[in-house]
């Protein structure tokens, strides 16, 4: 999927001429000036107005905040975030917070969001944004960029107080809170699901976009499972997604067909190359899934912390 908006008669014209003439770059320059915003919000009060207040779903899941995690202090990109992210998040602090549910960004402002330090003071959000976490089902991921503490006063608690709706418009995230994760820690698994077939888009590439939507699995997959960091994640020493190395890392603990249980490899690993915080681990089996693991010290968040041993239990 696309990050932002592009006008689509002239993106389909300029694409089909890079093509023919082979010229990856000028696609790629292109498109980037074309890039709008379209998931950053700004107000700093609570301008939803609605008469839903229900906190639990359907599904008997409650509309909760499941990971706050401290990624940088001061230094969020000053270039890349102004114009992808949101305007006034270059140079600040970043703290990617996830829902439980998927989010209406309609509903979700800088000023839903109370953050409180060690000390017990309260910082402000500049400004926040879904992206690059909005492929199909990832809208659960809010990066939050102000100054939302400091390495000497770190966050302790990130509470949403005032009305933040899921996507389809069922829940009320207000009052929900998490403890937020040090900025020296490094990153863990914090959301792991069996992914709808009709998400699945088989053999989609990803787009030219660093930031843009990242690739799917191959066809051929028999089930797909998204995990999801507590923030973005690379490879060590550099700006490098996970790549096969890291698929071969990743164990799926499933239960076949009369009981047994048994550990497996992803044949594939996609969503690799659009600077999110989500995997996708392609399956060639229909077996059920029930917890997904990581081995400690090959992937980093933004400040280079290594990820100690992670394991994360399968939403069904």
């Known amino acids: 999927m696309m990050k932002g908006t592009v006008r689509p008669v002239a993106a389909i014209a300029l694409a089909a001429s890079v ?41 008997g899941r409650g509309a909760a905040l499941i990971s706050a995690f401290f990624g940088l202090d001061n230094a969020l990109p000053k270039g890349p975030t102004d114009r992808v992210a949101c305007e006034g998040g270059g140079g600040a602090d970043g703290m990617p917070v996830i829902f439980s549910h998927e989010v209406d960004i ?5 000023g839903d969001f109370r953050i409180t330090t060690e000390s017990g003071a309260t910082t402000r959000v500049t400004c926040l944004t879904l992206a690059p976490a909005d492929d199909p089902g990832e809208l659960r991921t809010a990066l939050l960029a102000g100054e939302l503490g ?21 829940l009320n995230f207000k009052g929900a809170s998490v403890t937020a994760t040090r900025l020296e820690a ?9 992914v709808p077939e009709a998400q699945w888009e088989l053999g989609k590439e990803a787009t030219v976009l660093p930031w843009g939507g990242g690739e799917r699995c191959p066809v051929g997959a028999a089930q797909v499972v998204r995990v999801t960091w507590g923030g973005g994640v690379t490879k060590p020493d550099g700006p490098d997604p996970a790549d096969d190395n890291e698929r071969r890392l ?15 490899t992803p044949f594939a690993l996609a969503d690799l190359n659009d600077g999110d915080n989500n995997h996708l681990l ?12 990581f081995p400690a010290g090959y992937l980093t968040d933004p400040r280079e912390d290594l990820n100690p041993d992670t394991t994360i239990s399968v939403q069904q």
């Open 250 to 264: 990743y164990k799926v603990s499933v239960v076949r067909i009369g009981g047994a249980t048994a550990e497996i």
């Open 150 to 170: 400091s390495a000497k006063d770190q966050p302790l608690t990130v509470e949403i107080v005032g009305n933040v709706l899921s996507l389809d418009g069922t």
């Open 106 to 110: 309609k509903t979700l402002e800088p």
């Open 19 to 59: 093509l023919l003439s082979g010229c990856e770059e000028l696609s790629r320059a292109w498109y980037i000036s074309q890039y709008e915003r379209t998931l950053d919000t700004y107000a700093q009060i609570d301008t939803t107005v609605t008469t839903v207040t229900s906190r639990t779903g359907a599904d």
């Open 186 to 194: 490094g990153p863990t698994l914090v959301w792991a699901e069996i």
């Open 282 to 293: 392609c399956l060639d089996t229909t077996d059920a899934v029930t917890s997904v693991s």
